[in-house]
């Protein structure tokens, strides 16, 4: 075992390195199909002549594409390998771009399902590609696949009210300019395709030797599952609705974008940080009282506090966001003993926690049709962040989700 220490300075061979840049392209193709949206979902309401429900589901089609996904993507896995399932997936995923950006209703629907089946591979799959791939460096490998995520997320949210309304390729070319950087994913990403057979093996004799149904019936699975569910459900209903929010109480549109650009940046320094403290703690609960106490200052900022400090709010809903995903990945890694395992529960998180997480934007859009103002829709971010806070208490504490070991030992 002592001869595995080098490796902890990031001594990697060529091919590590490949495969690093890879994870980091693939990283960036994750959020910022999606966080384009939102700075620019009043136009893409106004010109289709929609419901603010129906805006709202936009978002939605994502999230419920990740939940019928996520359940089916290890097995496939298994069967094609991490590496191939991935690159047919951006390739799914430029495809959804492009047809979303034609700019049909029927084709924008069908775009849009399409990015989410592309990205709920990745999502499953990248933290047990990690856990397999740089055992001795999850934390860092995680920060850093999160921070390229959340650059590009930031990008889109910046640039997509500037084209949607300053060029004359409008909300289409906002929204299909994406496909570029998933272009050069797939691109990065052709290497791996070749080389991936010991991985698929390796999954394959522990998913034989552990089943994976236990992870269903574990309370600890559950807490993260919620978790996970709790943590996107904030992100993607404020990438949704923040900017109408924004702009309803007098804000530009493009100033309006840049509040949610501020948002991932502010996730930016956390999305690093907190896997590598994570990995290096017993207790993650600390970080758990943290993240809340972020979300609370935040959503209570902007529900409860002056417009004039609209940038600070935003900042620590950032914080809170970022700390919030860096954990969720974390525990997919440090609640499991194998790359299998970590691959059963981030299925079995994405699957049931992006269905919670899709019912965020098109309950805050019923939410302000039904009551005619923002004041109820702005109250389910505290009370979800209670809830999200009570379910990281209990994921929190250092234990592993798989209890045959222990049951069969004694």
Known sequence: MEKERPSKHLHFPKSQWVLLAG???????????????GPIISNIRDQLQISNSLAGFLTTIPLLAFAIVSPFTPRIAKRFGMSRTLF???????????????GTSTLLLIGTFLIGVGIAFANVLLPSLLKLSFPLHIGLMTGLYSVSMSISATLASGIASPIANETVYGWQGALGIWGVITLLAIIVWIPQIRKKKEVIKTVQKNT????????WRSPLAWSITIFMGLQS?????????????????????DAAGWMLALVQL????????????????RDQRILVVAVFACYLIGYGGVQFGSESLTALWMIFIGLGGGSAFGLAMMFFTLRTNTPDQAASISGMAQSIGYLLASVGPVLFGMLHDFTGSWTAPLYTFIVVATILFISGMYAGKKRYISLEPKQNAS
């Open 23 to 37: 994870i980091l392209f693939l990283a960036a193709t994750i959020r910022s199909p999606l966080t384009s949206v």
């Open 88 to 102: 047919y997936a951006m390739i799914i995923l430029l495809l959804g771009i492009i047809m979303r950006s034609v």
């Open 266 to 281: 502010a996730q930016l320094p956390m999305m690093f940080i907190i896997p590598v403290v994570a990995d290096k703690v």
């Open 233 to 253: 459900f904030l992100f993607y209903t404020t990438a949704s609705w923040i900017p109408v929010v924004l702009q309803t109480n007098g804000m530009t549109a």
């Open 208 to 215: 034989k030797s552990k089943p994976a149904l236990p992870i």
